[in-house]
């Protein structure tokens, strides 16, 4: 039983890695790097970061607080917990990893479908672990 708890939560933990990396790199290679945003709160990250200089990570979190503390009330903790953690390791991929990379400066529809590929990816390996 604890060998299998233990194997869960390394499971869930690798297909964060994997999931913030993806969301990171759609957001901050392609998206930032064809100087587009999608919609949603990494949509205005990015606008602050176009128009203020914001870190996208840091700023989609903040944005993120009062959705979490709306979470406390109408979510499971364990669902919460894994969604806070997602989180973090999106910001780390977004503030850490791809903060200095050049973006994508190719055409700008083929930014849009990459991104579109690499944040539906994951967001597909995010829910796949969430429930």
């Given at each position: 039983m604890?060998?299998?708890?233990a194997?869960?939560?390394?499971?869930d933990?690798?297909?964060?890695?994997?999931?913030?990396?993806?969301?990171?790199?759609?957001?901050?290679?392609?998206?930032?790097?064809?100087?587009?945003?999608?919609?949603?709160?990494?949509?205005?990250?990015?606008?602050?970061?176009?128009?203020?200089?914001?870190?996208?990570?840091?700023?989609?979190?903040?944005?993120?607080?009062?959705?979490?503390?709306?979470?406390?009330?109408?979510?499971?903790?364990?669902?919460?917990?894994?969604?806070?953690?997602?989180?973090?390791?999106?910001?780390?991929?977004?503030?850490?990893?791809?903060?200095?990379?050049?973006?994508?400066?190719?055409y700008?529809?083929?930014?849009?479908?990459?991104?579109?590929?690499?944040?539906?990816?994951?967001?597909?390996?995010?829910?796949?672990?969430?429930?």
């Amino acid at each position: 039983m604890m060998k299998e708890k233990a194997q869960t939560l390394v499971t869930d933990q690798l297909y964060n890695l994997v999931a913030g990396f993806l969301y990171a790199l759609s957001i901050c290679y392609f998206a930032k790097g064809a100087d587009f945003a999608p919609g949603g709160l990494s949509g205005l990250a990015l606008l602050g970061n176009y128009l203020w200089g914001f870190p996208i990570g840091i700023t989609t979190l903040v944005l993120n607080v009062p959705l979490v503390l709306l979470g406390f009330r109408f979510v499971r903790r364990a669902f919460l917990g894994k969604t806070v953690i997602s989180m973090l390791c999106c910001t780390f991929f977004q503030d850490v990893v791809f903060a200095d990379q050049p973006g994508y400066g190719g055409y700008p529809l083929l930014a849009a479908l990459f991104a579109g590929i690499t944040w539906g990816g994951a967001l597909a390996l995010l829910y796949m672990r969430a429930l």
